[in-house]
């Protein structure tokens, strides 16, 4: 039997041999442009998702020059891509930015430049309403004082905001704790299909917690720890799994701020200041 396998090595490696080698085309990846409000400054797409011809060939940090095997006119897709719930080790496409497409003539040695462009799909329910969670026009989502303190409440401000106005959340070691809802959410998703989704901006010295509240009881569902960014953050959260351990399609967003303690039981900092904006929750 292994008489007939040097004459095939022979064989493939003088084809192999023969054979003109291919010289691959690059594609330039720049970073998206959005045509929504905001434009890509409202938004973090770090990622591209490549298809040339129906072949996946790969997530690429943007910007990216990508080499491919392909010639004359060719076919590129690009979905915009997301770090899901702000974790580099989580990569995903996000279902609620359109893919770009279009078809490019391409030479081996060459380079093109793809500049895609992405937008909301037209399709996206908005959980709150488009536009109320970034505070600045005459409606918007309304924010409820949870904590036993009565004497600090849930601001919105100009002063720092990432655009128009912010809500704002301030504790002390004479106030430390500050809880906030927002109003409830109706007739969301409860089966995993489609997804949920909630964006926002936030600028944070301190940590601070969300929870769902759902149900008669508003039991809270712990869903994300933030810590501190003392620069605007945009943060895109699956919160379909939260969803489904409720079994609730009404829900509140909860948000918690406390003042963090030492082992000893001392405070850290004497004082806490959270900024969050354009607050949406999305699904299909």
């Not at 064989?11 to 970073?31: G, H, M, R, T, V």
């Not at 072949?55 to 392909?70: D, I, K, N, R, S």
């Not at 924010?143 to 401000?157: A, F, K, Q």
Request: with cysteine; net charge negative.
């Amino acid at each position: 039997m292994n008489k007939f396998f040097f004459p095939l090595v022979f064989l493939a490696f003088s084809a192999c041999k023969d054979a003109p080698e291919q010289i691959p085309a690059y594609l330039n990846l720049k970073p998206f442009e959005v045509g929504a409000a905001g434009g890509a400054d409202w938004q973090k797409i770090t990622d591209g998702w490549l298809y040339v011809n129906g072949e996946f060939l790969g997530a690429y940090t943007l910007p990216a020059l990508v080499p491919v095997l392909a010639e004359g006119d060719s076919e590129v897709i690009l979905f915009p891509g997301v770090k899901e719930n702000g974790i580099a080790a989580t990569p995903n496409i996000y279902p609620y930015l359109t893919r770009f497409t279009k078809n490019y003539s391409l030479t081996g040695g060459q380079t093109t430049e793809v500049q895609a462009l992405t937008n909301y799909d037209p399709d996206i329910k908005y959980a709150f309403g488009i536009g109320r969670g970034d505070f600045d026009g005459g409606s918007f989502i309304a924010l409820e004082n949870r904590d036993s303190d009565g004497v600090i409440n849930v601001e919105l401000t100009t002063d720092s905001a990432f655009s128009g106005r912010s809500m704002l959340m301030e504790v002390d070691t004479a106030h430390p704790i500050m809880d906030i809802a927002t109003e409830e959410i109706e007739n969301l998703p409860t089966l995993g299909s489609p997804e949920v989704w909630l964006e926002m901006h936030y600028k944070t010295n301190v940590p601070f917690f969300l929870y769902l509240l759902s149900g008669p009881g508003e039991i809270p569902e712990f869903v994300f720890l933030f810590n501190t960014s003392e620069a605007w953050n945009k943060i895109y959260l699956n919160i379909t799994n939260d969803i489904i351990k409720t079994q609730q399609s009404e829900q509140r967003l909860f948000f918690r701020l406390s003042l963090p303690k030492d082992d000893a039981g001392k405070y850290v900092q004497n004082s806490g200041k959270v900024l969050i904006d354009n607050i949406r929750v999305v699904h299909f």
